[in-house]
């Protein structure tokens, strides 16, 4: 079972970018790398999801260098809306064995 | 993306009573799940509610604690036996698409136990 490890917390500036990494030392092959995104008082919101290299949607990136072992979610021009909890999970896809990790809790100053 | 309904949003138990919480999707779903959530700690999976069979618990939980109901595709219940303070928490229901692991969440029930 592939656990994952985070910083505890990470602060940033408005308009900056923030990269925060995870560590998943034992992903398994068929392990995908997700990550979400969680408000206070709200259930957690995915935000991208990759097997490797890097995936690009509208509100994040996902780099995945090529022996899997972390991953590294990038939130481009934060503001302060982007003040929450970030989970990195890994699992095989179609949910089997999928685990929420200790989470970073990004503060976005202004 | 589903619409996902839970009832009730928040609540204040006596211990050694139960509470029912319900979650409603307004679509048909295979994959629903059950979360707690501690203050201020992560989401920690309670089991998989199967449809049509009984719910797959994981570690640490137990049918006769936290027993699930899933009568169709678009609705679940968990219940909160014999509550404790311990029991306190935010209870999440969420579903699954296939082939992804792209979860959904309700909004959650804030359970407060005296």
């Known amino acids: 079972l592939a656990k994952t490890t985070q910083p505890i917390s990470m602060d940033s500036y408005e308009g900056q970018e923030v990269n925060i990494t995870c560590s998943h030392n034992n992903i398994a092959t068929n392990d995908y790398i997700t990550w979400y995104q969680q408000f206070p008082s709200q259930g957690p919101r995915f935000i991208i999801q990759g097997y490797k290299t890097k995936v690009t949607n509208e509100v994040a990136s996902l780099f995945i260098p090529a022996d899997r072992k972390s991953s590294t979610l990038s939130l481009p021009r934060v503001s302060l809306s982007d003040t929450a909890v970030y989970y990195c999970?890994?699992?095989?896809?179609?949910?089997?064995?999928?685990?929420f990790g200790s989470g970073t809790k990004l503060n976005v100053k202004p | 993306s589903a619409v996902i309904s839970q009832k009730p949003s928040r609540d204040i138990c006596q211990r050694g009573t139960s509470l029912t919480i319900q979650c409603q999707v307004d679509s048909q779903v295979t994959m629903m799940f059950w979360y707690r959530q501690q203050p201020g700690q992560s989401l920690t999976l309670i089991a998989t509610?199967?449809?049509?069979?009984?719910?797959?618990?994981e570690s640490g939980f137990v049918i006769d604690k936290f027993p699930i109901s899933r009568p169709n595709l678009t609705f679940s219940t968990l219940t909160v036996s014999n509550m404790s303070p311990e029991d306190s928490s935010i209870y999440l229901c969420?579903?699954?698409?296939?082939?992804?692991?792209?979860?959904?969440f309700g909004p959650g029930t804030r359970l407060t136990v005296l």
């Open positions: 999970l890994v699992g095989e896809g179609n949910f089997n064995k999928f685990y």
């Open positions: 509610a199967n449809q049509g069979s009984e719910a797959t618990y």
């Open positions: 969420s579903l699954g698409t296939g082939g992804s692991n792209e979860q959904f």
